[in-house]
């Protein structure tokens, strides 16, 4: 598999989920700036909508959906309990995960990352991500990952997403269970070989 990703952005989620997985993968550097890649490729020449994450698999097909690639990267290890079991309950919960931080954290942050963007629409979505953050912060109460005890993809697109917070100057200290939780989940083997290998760790 090649995983084709850009230094922090959203791709680092799957990039921790492989590692998690002991899956074999190359992970090419795709910069969401230059969309060239190492060898000079233009990205859009192998995914036409040009962004990130972007999975190939061995047999030439792809995902490039984060939510998609992270619960079939999973489910390639079901030993591992990355994701529950198709079916269950507890697998709509994981669902119900990845969706609401890909839509009310990770698109909120989208604005603050836009240049041009106007000051008060930067308010307005760090409003948001405050309000989304502060139920977030309940919902890890007592709880070790969002899923209970288990570490899924869902908590490294979580990771992933609140890392953001320092590169927007914006202060998520406050939240002291959310910041349990990434202390947690960011000592984890496979997110510190993950975020070596983007350049994010020395």
């Known amino acids: 598999m090649k995983l084709y990703y850009s230094p922090g952005a959203c791709s680092l989620s799957p990039h921790i989920a492989l ?37 190939t698999l061995d047999d030439g097909r792809s995902l490039h959906e984060g939510p998609a690639i992270v619960q079939y990267i999973a489910d390639q290890v079901p030993q591992k309990n990355l994701a529950p079991a198709n079916g269950t309950y507890e697998r709509y919960k994981l669902q119900e995960w990845l969706t609401f931080i890909g839509t009310e954290l990770h698109k909120s942050f989208g604005p603050l990352f836009t240049p041009g963007t106007p000051q008060e629409t930067k308010a307005a979505a760090i409003a948001q991500i405050n309000k ?11 709880k070790d990952y969002l899923m209970g005890s288990t570490f899924t993809v869902a908590d490294g697109y979580l990771f992933t997403v609140t890392n953001w917070a320092t590169y927007v100057q914006m202060d998520i200290s406050g939240f002291a ?20 290998a983007e350049g994010l760790l020395k």
Do not use: Q
């Open 19 to 55: 590692h998690e997985a002991g899956l074999a993968f190359e992970a090419i550097a795709a910069p969401t700036k230059t969309h060239k890649l190492p060898d000079g490729t233009d990205f859009y020449s192998i995914n036409p909508l040009g962004y990130v994450p972007y999975l």
């Open 132 to 142: 989304r953050l502060t139920w977030v912060d309940g919902e890890l109460a007592g």
């Open 177 to 196: 269970n959310l910041a349990a939780f990434r202390a947690r989940v960011g000592t984890r083997p496979a997110v510190v070989a993950a975020m070596k």
